[in-house]
């Protein structure tokens, strides 16, 4: 069966990077988008971008442009997703999902699994 | 920017009928798939209707989606309602870009 693992929540100073990873299992790694959602307390969701892990091909969102970096290890099936410069207002619970559509076919209109979200909390 | 607008909450009693609506901001909301999802507290989303009106294997047929080109809208029908429905559902859709659009979100309660 399908599953996403992320690691653990991070606690991060202002200013900080955080590197969130998602380890995928259960299906063909490279055939599927990868994308990245964040929750802020008590907020609704964000998508932050997506990953294309067969090339490494990303698509970001405009306001995550230059702070944010998704990168792949096809070795072990494993998705990440950096943040840097990070400030107060990024704290949120970040969540892989796995895209529909065999790469590199697109759009990619949604997910069918999620993983268990990632606790960010950036306080100095 | 492509938008899409959910109310903020909405409540009913448990057997009643509940619709959510999703509103797009531009554009004809029937040109790009709508998905809704549920997210119970503390939980990741999990898709309740999927490509507007198809259901995930698993998900009750209480759960219905459809589309309202007249309104630009999307909605979210869930009959029978049952307490373990509470929750906060979600529209999702995405723009010219691919880039995903999501609803703000809505508070279901049932009591």
């Known amino acids: 069966q399908v599953q996403l693992v992320q690691s653990g929540a991070e606690v991060k100073k202002p200013g900080a990077s955080v590197k969130v990873s998602c380890k995928a299992s259960?299906?063909?790694?490279?055939?599927?988008?990868m994308h990245w959602v964040r929750q802020a307390p008590g907020q609704g969701l964000e998508w932050m971008g997506r990953i294309n892990p067969n090339s490494g091909g990303t698509n970001y969102a405009q306001k995550f442009q230059g702070r944010v970096t998704m990168t792949r290890d096809t070795s072990i099936s494993t998705a990440y997703m950096e943040l840097s410069r990070l400030r107060s207002d990024d704290t949120a619970v970040y969540y892989c999902?796995?895209?529909?559509?065999?790469?590199?076919?697109?759009?990619?209109?949604?997910?069918?699994?999620w993983g268990q979200g990632t606790l960010v909390t950036v306080s100095s | 920017n492509f938008m899409l607008t959910q109310p903020h909450s909405v409540s009913e009693s448990p057997g009643k009928t509940v619709t959510i609506s999703c509103t797009g901001s531009s554009g004809s909301i029937a040109s790009n798939y709508v998905q809704w999802y549920q997210q119970r507290p503390g939980s990741a989303p999990t898709t309740v209707i999927y490509?507007?009106?198809?259901?995930p294997s698993g998900v009750p047929d209480r759960f219905s989606g459809s589309i309202d080109s007249s309104s630009n809208s999307a909605s979210l029908t869930i009959s029978g309602l049952k307490t373990e429905d509470e929750a906060d559902y979600y529209c999702q859709s995405y723009d010219s870009s691919n880039v995903w659009v999501f609803g703000g979100g809505t508070k279901l309660t049932v009591l």
């Open positions: 490509e507007d009106n198809q259901r």
């Open positions: 259960g299906y063909t790694f490279t055939g599927y988008y």
């Open positions: 999902a796995k895209g529909i559509v065999v790469v590199p076919a697109s759009p990619d209109p949604h997910s069918d699994y």
